[in-house]
């Protein structure tokens, strides 16, 4: 049975590195995003007053329903919520006695309490997609923790290739759902193969080498959308393939895309959760020094290295021949995609239940072997014996159902998935979709910022007449003169739904008008999310507040010596002049509930306020990314401490002395 406990571990530990990553981020935006005065209280997604706690937690489940009971209002809840998530996810990213089930359970029932009432700030594929995986280290991870030692080292057991099976299928659904959408969406981006031409300068977040990339070849930017397709088409099926070698260099290919991403875009966790989830490709004997192997070794070796080129040369030449690649004599490489949207959309229809039934083929497969070991084990008492089979058998059960639940958003991907599910697989996933224990998935299903990337700017004036101030946000384009900020995996949610909103009208977007209602009445929670330091209202507000449309573009190479990184052309006004007594503002804003209709009164614990207060205070004296990359520094730091001090305190080391 192939190992996998080395990888197993270190996939929790990621996994507690991501939830750190989710919590912290979170929590400094909690105030400004929810609180009684920010731009979406919280408090009104759990005003229930004739309803017991019971039925309020059964109609939205969340551990905010407790705040009344120990003192503490939903916002404070919320912070508080946030710090035991911190406090978990970094006890397991230190420590692997600490990633337990009881632990990802807590973790899980944390970020999803808080996820119930994050509204469109939490709407994120990235933030559900921390949630499934999330439920799945509930399965992966051991009941306790059973340290081992040199002579009898921890024994997986025969369940876990099972679950952590389910990893792995999550992970090829989401880069093959990713990969499907861009060409089924119909985007003449996509299929011309010029989307990285527009998605450099379009992206949410750039990051500094983004502009630089922006500026690299046409053909050869060309020549990367070809490569990420394959990445995310054609490599995922190979995710099954019985050979391992096949599987260990999908694995270094999908890291070495993530990580072309990660260098170029601020995308929060997204990238990292993604390289979290691609472990499942590899075993333990990635991470073994290299032993002596007798002949029968050697030439298994051989054969998979033989294997793995012919599956990777089919690759390749599918590859040239899909996608016309042509080269020429002074360099370049012409590339452009060789089959119609047709013979895509039927090649799909055969496809999708054929990778299904890949997959199922391999389930099948991991669960056999799963059942043979636990058949025989020969050291075990007979009642163990009876014990390891009936949870081995669970854990089988439990992963069927959730790779059943699992085909009802994949096969969403076309028409023909719609046969491989059963209906009343349809209607369990129906019942506990609010769970999104699995989902569907899909980024950059289209390419946006074709004709300039657009950007909403907020002014401020005292007179009707100006001058107009501008209002400036710590990450998002603004000022031209401002270098682009490295963030990840730190998300300022605010920044990401001001470029949502940029793509729509105000009116599609109603939390714009609370947002403008804050700054008009200059909510310190608020203005934290901006940028302060360039406030053009510091002492007090302006009394009035408008928004413009700007499309902005990359400056040439010649542009940015004079240390200019954009370009922009005023598009039009994006919404009208309000101010802060504007009746038809508050009676919209009353309307949302998203003003109090009454003088609140504070019913919080004053001890409790005063240790969330001072945390807070300390949590928030940096900026967002790098307080995230202090805590993970942090715990790199204990983790390499304790690693020096293990050798002196074991027994056979004091023995020694």
């Not at 298994?300 to 793995?308: D, H, P, V």
């Not at 039927?346 to 799963?370: D, E, H």
């Not at 400036?472 to 300022?492: I, T």
């Not at 205070?617 to 805590?631: E, K, R, Y």
């Amino acid at each position: 049975m192939v190992e996998i406990r080395l990888t197993r571990n270190l996939f929790l530990r990621c996994m507690n590195i991501i939830y750190l990553f989710a919590f912290a981020s979170l929590y400094i935006q909690i105030p400004g995003l929810y609180g009684r005065n920010g731009v979406l209280p919280a408090h009104v997604q759990l005003e229930s007053k004739d309803n017991t706690l019971v039925q309020n937690i059964h109609n939205k489940p969340t551990l905010l329903w407790l705040a009344p009971y120990i003192g503490l209002d939903t916002e404070y809840m919320m912070d508080a919520l946030s710090l035991i998530g911190i406090l978990l996810s970094f006890s397991g990213f230190v420590s692997q006695k600490f990633c337990t089930k009881p632990m990802f359970a807590a973790s899980w029932s944390l970020y999803y309490s808080l996820y119930q009432v994050g509204q469109t700030f939490l709407w994120f594929q990235w933030d559900i997609l921390l949630l499934e995986a999330g439920f799945l280290c509930v399965l992966v991870s051991p009941i306790r923790h059973k340290p081992g030692t040199r002579r009898r080292p921890t024994l997986q057991a025969p369940s876990d290739p099972v679950t952590f099976w389910l990893v792995r299928w999550l992970a090829f659904r989401l880069l093959f759902s990713s990969g499907i959408v861009k060409l089924t969406s119909g985007c003449p981006q996509w299929w011309s193969l010029n989307a990285l031409n527009v998605h450099f300068e379009s992206m949410c977040l750039p990051a500094p080498l983004a502009w630089y990339c922006f500026h690299l070849p046409g053909w050869f930017l060309n020549l990367n959308t070809v490569f990420a397709n394959v990445c995310e088409i054609f490599l995922p099926p190979l995710f099954f393939f019985p050979v391992q070698s096949v599987k260990t260099v999908a694995f270094w290919i999908q890291m070495f895309l993530q990580v072309c991403i990660v260098i170029s875009g601020n995308f929060n966790f997204f990238n990292f959760l993604t390289m979290s989830l691609c472990l499942s490709l590899v075993n333990d004997s990635f991470f073994a020094t290299k032993k002596q192997e007798n002949k029968s070794s050697k030439l298994g070796t051989i054969l998979s290295y033989l294997t793995c080129l012919a599956v990777y040369g089919t690759v390749l030449y599918a590859t040239y021949v899909l996608y016309s690649i042509k080269f020429y004599p002074d360099g370049k490489i012409e590339s452009k995609i060789a089959f119609s949207k047709a013979e895509f959309d039927f090649a799909l229809s055969k496809g999708l239940p054929l990778v299904i039934l890949v997959g199922l083929l391999s389930f099948i497969g991991t669960a056999f072997q799963a059942l043979l070991a636990a058949l025989s084990q020969t050291s075990s008492s007979f009642f163990s014996k009876i014990f390891t089979l009936l949870s081995t058998a669970f854990y089988i059960i439990a992963a069927i159902f959730v790779f059943a639940d699992s085909l009802v958003p994949f096969s969403t991907l076309h028409p023909a998935g719609n046969a491989t599910v059963l209906p009343v697989v349809r209607e369990w996933h129906t019942r506990l979709s609010h769970l999104h224990l699995t989902n569907a998935y899909g980024l950059f299903r289209r390419m946006t910022g074709v004709g300039g990337r657009p950007e909403i700017i907020i002014e401020g004036a005292n007179d009707l007449k100006g001058p107009w101030l501008e209002y400036h946000f710590l990450y998002k384009p603004g000022d031209v003169n401002r270098s682009l900020p490295l963030v990840a995996p730190h998300q300022p949610r605010l920044d990401w739904q001001m470029w949502f909103a940029a793509l729509g009208t105000y009116h599609q977007n109603p939390w714009l008008m609370s947002l403008t209602y804050r700054i008009l009445t200059n909510q310190p929670e608020v203005l934290a999310l901006m940028d302060q330091a360039n406030n053009p209202f510091k002492d007090s507000p302006p009394k009035y507040l408008r928004a413009e449309l700007y499309h902005y573009h990359y400056t040439s190479w010649s542009e940015r010596l004079t240390n200019k990184w954009w370009t922009r052309e005023k598009v039009g006004e994006y919404f009208p002049t309000f101010s802060k007594d504007h009746k038809p503002l508050l009676e919209y804003l009353r309307n949302l509930k998203m003003l109090s209709q009454e003088s609140h009164k504070s019913t919080v614990n004053q001890y409790a306020k005063r240790v969330l207060d001072q945390l807070r205070s300390l949590f928030t004296q940096i900026d967002g990314g790098l307080l995230l990359w202090s805590l993970f520094s942090a715990g790199m730091a204990i983790i390499m401490l304790s690693g020096w001090s293990t050798p002196a305190t074991t027994p056979r080391a004091k023995k020694n002395n």
